[in-house]
C-alpha cells in the first residue's frame, strides 16, 4: 500500500493519497479544493488512476476537493449517508470499497459532526476531525455532541489494534501521527477520563469560529462547487488566551503595546517581538506574509486595529488574540 500524507498550511487540514500499487488504483481522503492541483500532479507522475474521493464530514474549516476532481478525473465522490446528497456513495457504518486488492472499511465516528466517519485501511485508521493527535475534534456546531464523540472514540476507535496507526485530519502542533495504543494513554482528553470529564472539558475550551466556516459550509455540501470562501484575503482569526498558549509554536507573536507596557505588570509572551502600534505599519513592509502571525496587546483592542492593517497589506495568516495579555494571563492562572 502506498501512503502518502499531504498538508495545506492554510487550513492545518491533511489530506492522504492511498494507492495499491500493483492495479495503479488510488484514492484521496479530505483533499482541499485549493491544493487540487498539487494532488493531480502527484497522482500522475506517480503513475496512479484515482478512483475515489472521499470526504470524512462536511468540513467547516476549509473546501473539499471531491467535486473538482470528479469534474478533471472522472473519480466517485465517497461521504458518510449523512452527507451531502450530491456525493456518488453514501455509506453507512461497515461499509466497504474495494481498491485493487485494499479495501477500506467506514466506521460511522460521529460527535465531532453528526455525519463524521473514519476510514480504516489495513494496520491504518483516517480519523478525520474525530481523533486528533493528543487531542479532538471540537463539539460545539454542526450538531456536533461531546458525549457521542466520546463514545465514537472510546467505543470505536479504541475498539481497534493498539498498534492501528492514526492519521488525523488535521494538526496544529506539528504531530503528523499517532496510534490508537498512544492516544489511549495519552490523550489529555481521554487517558484516565470519564464520559462526564470529557463532556466537561470539550465544553469549556472557547475556541473561536473557524475563519470559514460560514462559506465552507454551504460549499461542502455542494463537495466544495458552490460558491466557497477567496480564502486568502480580508479575515483574520481570533482566539482566546489559552488558545494561544497552544497555538503559539510557529507564530510569529506580535506585542503591539507600548515598550513601558511590555515589561510591565502584566509582562509579556516569551519569544514576543514588542513593536508598538504606531511602528507597526512601517515595520510590518519587512515582514514574511505568509508566516502565521499572533497580534497582541493589552485588551486586544489595539491588535484588532492592527490585524485589519496587516490583512489590508496582504498578510493572509493573522490572528488577534482576544482579550490580550489580560485575558491571557487571567486565564493562565485559573488553568494553571
Ligand atoms: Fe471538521
Known amino acids: 500500500m502506498l501512503l502518502r500524507q499531504l498538508f495545506d498550511a492554510d487550513t492545518w487540514t491533511y489530506t492522504y493519497l492511498i494507492a495499491d500499487e500493483a492495479s495503479g488504483k488510488a484514492l484521496l481522503i479530505d483533499p482541499v479544493r485549493d491544493q487540487v492541483d498539487r494532488d493531480l500532479a502527484l497522482i500522475g507522475e506517480l503513475g496512479l488512476t484515482l478512483e475515489y474521493a472521499l470526504d470524512t464530514h462536511v468540513h467547516a474549516d476549509h473546501v473539499t476537493g471531491a467535486g473538482l476532481l470528479r469534474e478533471q478525473t472522472g473519480c466517485k465522490t465517497v461521504a458518510s449517508h449523512l452527507g451531502p446528497e450530491s456525493a456518488d456513495l453514501r455509506l453507512r457504518d461497515g461499509a466497504t470499497l474495494a481498491l485493487g486488492a485494499l479495501t477500506v472499511h467506514l466506521i460511522e465516528t460521529p460527535g465531532h459532526t453528526d455525519d463524521s466517519v473514519s476510514f480504516r485501511v489495513d494496520g491504518h485508521v483516517f480519523t478525520g476531525d474525530a481523533l486528533f493527535v493528543r487531542g479532538t475534534g471540537r463539539t460545539d456546531f454542526q450538531a456536533g455532541d461531546a458525549e457521542q464523540l466520546y463514545d465514537s472514540i472510546t467505543g470505536k476507535l479504541f475498539a481497534l489494534p493498539d498498534t492501528t496507526v492514526i492519521w488525523p485530519g488535521h494538526d496544529y502542533k506539528g504531530h503528523t501521527a499517532s496510534t490508537i495504543g498512544e492516544e489511549k494513554a495519552h490523550n489529555p482528553r481521554l487517558a484516565g477520563k470519564s464520559k462526564a470529564d470529557f463532556v466537561e ?28 470562501p477567496d480564502q486568502s484575503s480580508g479575515h483574520f482569526n481570533e ?6 498558549a497552544q497555538l503559539q509554536g510557529d507564530m510569529r507573536v506580535i506585542d503591539v503595546r507600548e515598550p513601558h507596557e511590555f515589561q510591565g505588570e502584566l509582562g509579556h509572551i516569551e ?19 505568509q508566516q502565521p502571525l ?10 484588532r486595529e492592527i490585524c485589519e492593517q496587516l490583512v489590508a497589506h496582504g498578510f493572509d495568516h493573522v490572528t488577534n488574540l482576544r482579550g490580550g495579555m489580560l485575558d491571557y494571563r487571567e486565564r493562565g492562572r485559573a488553568q494553571g
Open 271 to 289: 519569544g514576543a517581538e514588542n513593536v508598538p502600534m504606531g511602528q507597526c505599519e512601517a515595520a510590518s513592509k519587512g515582514w514574511d506574509r
Open 201 to 228: 472539558i470539550m465544553g469549556s475550551l472557547g475556541l473561536p469560529e473557524p475563519k470559514y466556516i460560514h462559506q465552507a459550509v454551504p460549499a461542502n455540501r455542494e463537495l466544495g462547487l458552490g460558491a466557497g
Open 294 to 303: 499572533l497580534v497582541v496587546c493589552r485588551s486586544g483592542r489595539r491588535s
Open 239 to 244: 482566539i482566546d488566551g489559552p488558545t494561544a
